[in-house]
């Protein structure tokens, strides 16, 4: 038992030695295996071996898009100081390329140690060149199209390490307060001008309505009374026709469709004598002399 020991232990190491060479690579990650401190291979995901004291995993790459968020600061074509915050989406390229020293992820591993430093920086030289250009109104209707235009730019470089950008972003604008300040007193200023300016349309408008409503009512009004005057004209006309061809004179006609008028009158203001005062002559013969006087004086008022 005693012979067999040193052959049990020696058997036990060597397992513990392959068990250690065993390792699991996780989907959407690649290991980097170096052997003797010098590029070996790359492992994909699944179950892999390697040599224990030769070769070791050198990093662990994450393919997974990463986001990383900055400040930067730019001046304005109008001398406005701004601070965008900018958010930028990447990833390790997939590119596996002719040979293993050509891929994505090895030029991500051994050619840059910095990312996201890499990227602040290319990010703020590019906005720094380009915010210049427009005034600070337009970098806020243009921020979209400034933000392609820049991650244009940085991905053509960031290529070259190894790294996808995938998007950039600006997703907020800020102003010194000073200029917010004024910004809102001008658009609150806005508004309240287009608000009376709402208001003022709705009185005009109001005001032709009714003058047009006025105006139709006059005109039916006028309407009504030229047409009750020519109904009065043609009912006394027919009257007087019907008097005449009952033998009665033209005078005594007149006369019988003044009484008559007269009557009315009189009716009419002992049913509502209350409301007002009127002084006639209890004489129908002094009220047809009255009308008379009236028609004259009328006449005399024509002729001068």
């Keep these: 038992m005693a012979v067999l020991f040193p052959f049990v232990f020696i058997a036990f190491v060597f397992l513990l030695l392959f068990l250690s060479g065993i390792f699991v690579v996780q989907q959407q990650q690649e290991y980097i295996i170096e052997r003797f401190g010098r590029f070996n291979r790359t492992a994909l995901p699944g179950l892999h071996v390697k040599i224990p004291f030769v070769e070791r995993i050198a990093s662990k790459v994450d393919l997974r898009t990463r986001q990383t968020a900055m400040q930067i600061d730019g001046k304005t074509k109008d001398n406005v100081t701004i601070t965008m915050t900018v958010a930028a989406q990447y990833h390790v390229n997939y590119d596996r390329g002719a040979d293993p020293t050509q891929s994505g992820v090895f030029r991500s591993y051994y050619m840059l140690a910095d990312p996201e430093d890499q990227m602040r920086a290319y990010i703020a030289d590019a906005l720094r060149s380009a915010i210049p250009n427009y005034d600070l109104d337009a970098v806020f209707d243009n921020k979209d199209s400034i933000a392609a235009d820049v991650n244009t730019t940085v991905a053509a470089r960031m290529v070259g390490y190894g790294y996808d950008l995938v998007s950039t972003l600006i997703t907020s604008i800020g102003l010194p307060a000073d200029v917010e300040a004024s910004m809102n007193k001008i658009n609150s200023a806005q508004r309240e001008k287009e608000a009376a300016q709402a208001l003022a349309d709705a009185d005009r408008i109001k005001v032709v309505v009714e003058a047009q409503a006025q105006a139709q009512a006059m005109e039916e009004s006028g309407r009504g009374i030229a047409a009750q005057r020519k109904a009065i004209a043609e009912g006394i006309a027919g009257s007087l026709d019907v008097i005449r061809e009952s033998g009665v004179s033209t005078t005594e006609a007149n006369q019988l469709f003044l009484f008559t008028q007269w009557a ?41």
């Design 264 to 304: 009315e009158m009189m009716g009419e203001f002992a049913k509502k004598g209350n409301s007002s005062t009127v002084v006639l002559p209890n004489d129908f013969n002094q009220t047809s002399s009255m009308f008379e006087q009236m028609l004259a004086a009328n006449k005399a008022d024509d002729n001068q």
